[in-house]
Nanobody
């Protein structure tokens, strides 16, 4: 089973950028879609973005579309989330997750992801 580990969070001013990375060990990384979710204080965890197992297809939540870009490097078992034009409402713990079913196209529900990282904090100051 693929096990994700996130890095790259931090504190940034509104309008700034951050890039999150997710390294994955175990399993057959390139066979699974990879997603990013986030959880803000007092709120439920929500979907942010997903990239297909081959990396050719992506999908974004409306709240981040046009500002965030997801990508993957299957040769090195890495997934990235480039976050631009950050807003205070993007403040959350960001989680990387591996799809539950190999070659599943673009899962978006939490139940469609089997393995989760420990999360990395992103704080956007106004």
């Amino acid at each position: 089973q693929v096990q994700p580990v996130e890095s790259g969070g931090g504190l940034v001013q509104a309008g700034g950028s951050l890039r999150l990375s997710c390294g994955a060990s175990g399993g057959t990384f390139r066979s699974y879609a990879m997603g990013w979710f986030r959880q803000a204080p007092g709120k439920e965890r929500e979907f942010v973005s997903v990239v297909s197992w081959g990396g050719r297809s992506t999908y974004y939540a409306d709240s981040v579309k046009g500002r965030f870009t997801i990508s993957r490097d299957n040769a090195n078992n890495l997934v990235y989330l480039q976050m631009n034009s950050l807003k205070p409402e993007d403040t959350a713990v960001y989680y990387c997750a591996a799809g539950r079913t190999s070659y599943d196209y673009l899962p978006k529900l939490q139940r469609d992801f089997a393995s989760w990282g420990q999360g990395t904090q992103v704080t956007v100051s106004s």
